[in-house]
């Protein structure tokens, strides 16, 4: 069983940054790929970044390309969405989810998951 427990979310105005943690509680942390989901108002949850097992490969949509940056440290068992330039479009709530099958882990399929912490920017 995989725990997950978001923090980090709250309201920044445009052209600010956040940066969110997400920490688990599973024995082989490393053996899990990790994304961080956002679902807006009226809208489907989409995946805006992903790392993969030990770090070594990430995904970024194209919306937050250069502005986002997904790490991990499997030491602590956490995981990071560093959110600079933060713009209104940005507004959702952010979840933390893993995956434990060894495919494409942008794929997943994500079974696990956090109970999501909201991001507000202002414009």
């Known amino acids: 069983q995989v725990q997950l427990v978001e923090s980090g979310g709250g309201l920044v105005q445009a052209g600010g940054s956040l940066r969110l943690s997400c920490a688990a509680s599973?024995?082989?942390?490393?053996?899990?790929?990790l994304g961080w989901f956002r679902q807006a108002p009226g809208k489907e949850r989409d995946l805006a970044a992903a790392?993969?097992?030990?770090?070594?490969?990430?995904y970024y949509t194209d919306s937050v390309k250069g502005r986002f940056t997904i790490s991990r440290d499997n030491a602590k068992k956490e995981v990071y969405l560093q959110m600079n330039s933060l713009k209104p479009e940005d507004t959702a709530v952010y979840y933390c989810?893993?995956?434990?099958?060894?495919?494409?882990?942008?794929?997943?399929?994500?079974?696990?998951w956090g109970q999501g912490t909201q991001v507000t920017v202002s414009s």
């Open positions: 790392i993969s097992w030990i770090g070594g490969s990430t």
């Open positions: 989810a893993a995956t434990d099958f060894y495919g494409d882990y942008k794929k997943g399929p994500y079974d696990y």
């Open positions: 599973v024995r082989t942390f490393s053996t899990y790929a």
